[in-house]
């Protein structure tokens, strides 16, 4: 509210959101989004897009998938990591039904695991590439969500975690023609 209307226009200010969400936010001028909410949207929404769009790993996918289609010993360290997906509720579960302490004793989990897969595989191959992201993602919530969060800071980090690692799922299943569950499909961008 103490902005300027030059300050609240300014690049440094934005926050790319789809029509629903700005219509929501706007409505009322703000007042129902306090600015360390939309703040924290914004730096989990420009991480998830460097992490899942803009790395440079990521642009070697076509070309490694073209020379190594084959390898069956990637394709099943791929399903191992599904299927440990699947294993984590933390990833579908509804937000009011999560506890923050076990949320976070998850992510370290997960991250100890997709580390361990990491050493297993190329690491340019997708598969190396999907974990080390998954990995990166878990480390990200860690080091950004505060010891004892609200349920709202735990629904906005946990959900740019879901969607990290819902981009990721769906390149398993595209490169690896994994079967994902219902539960997993939720957090699978269409």
């Given at each position: 509210m103490s902005q300027s209307k030059s300050q609240r226009r300014s690049i440094e200010n934005a926050i790319w959101l789809c029509a629903t969400c700005s219509v929501l936010i706007d409505k009322n001028g703000g007042v129902d989004y306090p600015a360390p909410d939309l703040r924290?949207?914004?730096?989990?929404?420009?991480?998830?897009?460097?992490?899942?769009?803009?790395?440079n790993k990521r642009a070697v996918f076509s070309s490694y998938w073209l020379s190594h289609a084959t390898n069956t010993s990637e394709a099943g360290v791929a399903h191992e990591v599904?299927?440990?997906l699947e294993d984590k509720g933390a990833l579908y579960m509804p937000y009011h039904q999560e506890d923050p302490g076990f949320v976070m004793e998850s992510m370290k989990k997960l991250r100890s695991d997709m580390n361990q897969f990491r050493n297993r595989v190329d690491?340019?191959?997708?598969?190396?590439?999907?974990?080390?992201s998954i990995g990166r993602?878990?480390?990200?919530?860690?080091?950004?969500?505060?010891?004892q969060p609200s349920t709202r800071e735990l629904e906005y980090s946990l959900g740019?975690?879901?969607?990290?690692?819902?981009?990721?799922?769906?390149?398993?299943?595209?490169?690896?023609?994994?079967?994902?569950?219902?539960?997993?499909?939720?957090?699978?961008?269409r």
């Open positions: 924290k949207w914004k730096r989990d929404h420009e991480f998830l897009m460097k992490e899942c769009l803009e790395g599904m299927h440990l690491e340019i191959s997708p598969i190396g590439i999907i974990v080390e993602a878990c480390r990200h919530y860690m080091n950004t969500i505060s010891q740019a975690v879901r969607k990290v690692i819902g981009i990721n799922i769906g390149e398993l299943v595209k490169f690896y023609g994994l079967r994902m569950s219902s539960q997993l499909s939720s957090i699978v961008p």
